[in-house]
């Protein structure tokens, strides 16, 4: 796939004990993005780090989803997103400010394309849910038109 930008959020060992000891494995998170509002995220483990990115980097392709986003590069409106026990709020801001937030939230918000946006991490900082969690906050906006349409009213009116 051409024009997409991946990165490697985290790689951590991982066990597992059997009678014969403990089996050691690594599973590696990518996050892939065209900077157009394309986002992709996967997981893959393997006795081997360079195999695990390369299992979780075609997750990440076959998990891509289209977030939407303002002409300013910014989210809608506030908006929670939550997975587990992580919670991420998402906030627009206004052009100028770029990116505030940490970790793997900074790199979802980044290869999506956004330009502004505040964040801050609510709940636990497991990676994973952090990711999950910025990406269902993401998908869970709605444009101002949706918005109308649900009230029944014009976009004028709001």
């Not at 081997?48 to 910014?74: D, G, R």
């Not at 497991?126 to 906050?137: D, I, P, Y």
Request: no cysteine; aromatic share 4%.
């Amino acid at each position: 796939m051409t024009g997409y930008e991946e990165k490697v959020v985290g790689v951590k060992r991982i066990s597992k004990t059997t009678k014969g000891g403990r089996n050691m494995r690594f599973s590696a998170l990518v996050v892939i993005g065209d900077k157009k509002g394309s986002i992709g995220f996967g997981m893959g483990k393997s006795i081997e780090v360079p195999v695990a990115i390369k299992k979780a980097l075609k997750n990440a392709k076959n998990n891509m989803v289209k977030v939407k986003m303002t002409k300013k590069a910014t989210v809608f409106h506030e908006t929670i997103g939550k997975h587990g026990a992580g919670r991420v709020l998402l906030k627009p801001a206004v052009e100028g400010t770029g990116i505030i937030a940490g970790g793997p939230i900074k790199v979802v918000l980044e290869l999506a394309g956004f330009k502004d946006v505040y964040s801050k991490n609510l709940g636990k900082n497991t990676s994973l849910n952090m990711v999950r969690a910025t990406v269902k906050g993401l998908l869970s906006q709605k444009t101002p038109k949706e918005i109308a349409h649900l009230r029944d009213k014009k976009l004028s009116e709001l």
